[in-house]
């Protein structure tokens, strides 16, 4: 194992419910739902869903008006929950010091699609021969990344990885590998995603995984380990972490949230989007081995469950499989319910609301699940009803588990706590 | 003399300023438009105007030098 271990120094977010990191997070922890019944203005055809939107989001106030308008929804996004990760690890937003080996990694699933169908409407239905002159730069997956390394100065690694749900939280196992290795003393990690495209939203319809939902129901329509769950709920949101090494970070006295401590990963090389319990647990291993970590020490594990009729209790399988006996006695939540399934985004996500649970002793429940849990999906201890607070932490799982079958999950301990 | 309305107007949409109070010689810069962004919005009165900006222009940086470049086109406009 490496001498080098891995500070988690810095958190922002963009989500459904809230514009910063510690917004999003009081929301969840009082059990608010970000998700609302979506009914785009300008659909060709009436289209209503259930979808999480960063509604308290302002890009204009945040980028400016010339700025937001060069920018693809899924880079504001993302550029504002980097940043505001950047300042909360209290470093200089302009490079004053060498930053020739700082890096970023980033993920997101689909990218600038609305970038992309703004261009097709131009040109197939508004009959335009010309397309605006920064539709490839706005629309290309790696524009996020290149955005926040620029205004921040970075000059290692910039790399975007497109691994559809797990992209962000491969994208944080690579950037901690970095760090851990010695590459690099600093890496800004994370993820966004607006998939609210017409194009997209149909896309996902055809697949049939979608939760229906009206305005009535829509806050309540993503019920991950619930037996009425019907699907998953398209979102929007950004989220991403300072990753920095713990004795530089100690050094300059950073407020350090948690260790990164290990990253595993898998490929279920089984099926494109049927889930495997044998895939899922492998990562789970590769985890806890990669940190030294035994199940015994795991007191929480932040489930990807997306509230699909399969993939729920598959991952439950998973842990049970991974943690052995523990399984039954680690809290389990699934922060979807609330702020719906952001992709690319939701390892990022999924990390920076554990980061700071790990930071602060809390525990997210499973919003809806204290009436309705799916006895398929027993075997782990869920957290129903109220949020937990004040509880001690010693460290916490992520899950990401992505359609194409690649599973990345990674293991945080809480400060001290070894 | 060409009405300057369309230019007040698209620059107040599209930067949320009121030009009419600043400055002609406010620089675009300190608005925040880069050179990607003036990118978009020439293309963007091309469109509005049916009018090709030549080539050979040079790129606006004050808000007065806009204001210009928009009455021009909206007087060129077909």
Redesign the interface.
């Known amino acids: 194992m490496s001498a080098r271990r891995v500070a988690v120094t810095g958190v922002g977010m963009v989500s459904p419910l809230g514009a910063t990191a510690q917004a999003s997070f009081e929301a969840l922890l009082a059990g608010r739902s970000g998700v609302r019944l979506h009914a785009p203005a300008d659909a060709p055809k009436p289209l209503a869903l259930p979808a999480g939107i960063c509604a308290d989001f302002d890009p204009a106030a945040a980028f400016g008006r010339a700025k937001a308008g060069t920018l693809d929804r899924y880079s504001q996004l993302g550029i504002a929950a980097g940043l505001e990760a950047w300042r909360d690890a209290g470093l200089a937003p302009a490079a004053d010091e060498d930053r020739e080996a700082w890096g970023i990694a980033w993920g997101t699933g689909v990218g600038g699609a609305l970038v992309f169908e703004r261009g097709y409407r131009d040109l197939f239905i508004s009959g335009r021969e010309r397309l605006p002159p920064l539709t490839v730069v706005q629309a290309m997956n790696n524009a996020c990344a290149s955005h926040l390394a620029i205004q921040l100065g970075l000059g290692g690694s910039c790399a975007t990885y497109s691994v559809a749900c797990a992209s962000s939280a491969m994208a944080i196992g690579e950037a901690f590998r970095r760090v851990r290795s010695g590459a690099a003393p600093v890496m800004l990690a994370g993820g966004s995603e607006a998939p609210l495209a017409y194009g997209v939203i149909r896309a996902w319809l055809a697949l049939q995984v979608l939760a229906p939902g009206d305005a009535e129901s829509a806050p309540r329509a993503s019920k991950p380990f619930q037996r009425a769950r019907a699907g998953l709920v398209l979102a929007e949101g950004g989220a991403a972490l300072v990753l920095e090494d713990w004795a530089r970070a100690e050094q300059r006295g950073a407020r350090i949230y948690a260790e990164l401590a290990g990253y595993g990963e898998s490929c279920d090389h089984g099926n494109l989007v049927r889930p495997s319990s044998d895939g899922q647990a492998r990562a789970l291993r590769a985890a806890l081995a990669d940190a030294a970590m035994t199940p015994q020490e795991v007191d929480y594990v932040n489930a990807h469950a997306t509230g699909t009729r399969e993939g729920d209790s598959i991952e439950v399988a998973a842990l049970a499989a991974a943690l052995g006996a523990r399984a039954a006695e680690v809290a389990v939540s699934a922060t979807k319910a609330s702020h719906g399934h952001t992709l690319g985004g939701a390892g990022a996500l999924a990390a920076a609301f554990t980061v700071l649970g790990l930071h602060q002793g809390a525990v997210p429940a499973t919003l809806g699940a204290d009436a309705d849990l799916d006895p398929e999906c027993a075997g782990v201890a869920h957290v129903t009803g109220a949020a937990r607070r004040g509880v001690r932490l010693r460290a916490a799982l992520t899950n990401a588990f992505a359609f194409g079958g690649s599973n990345a999950v990674l293991a945080f301990r809480a400060r001290g706590a070894d | 003399m060409a009405d300057p309305a369309p230019a007040y107007r698209y620059i107040q949409e599209?930067?949320?300023v009121d030009v009419k109070a600043a400055d002609a010689a406010t620089e675009l810069a300190g608005?925040?438009?880069?050179s990607?962004?003036l990118?978009?919005?020439v293309?963007?009165m091309e469109?509005q105007f049916g009018v090709k900006v030549d080539e050979d222009t040079p790129p606006p940086r004050s808000c007065g030098e806009l204001v210009a470049l928009i009455e021009r086109l909206a007087a060129a406009k077909p």
């Open positions: 599209r930067l949320g608005l925040g438009v880069d990607l962004s990118l978009e919005m293309f963007e469109e």
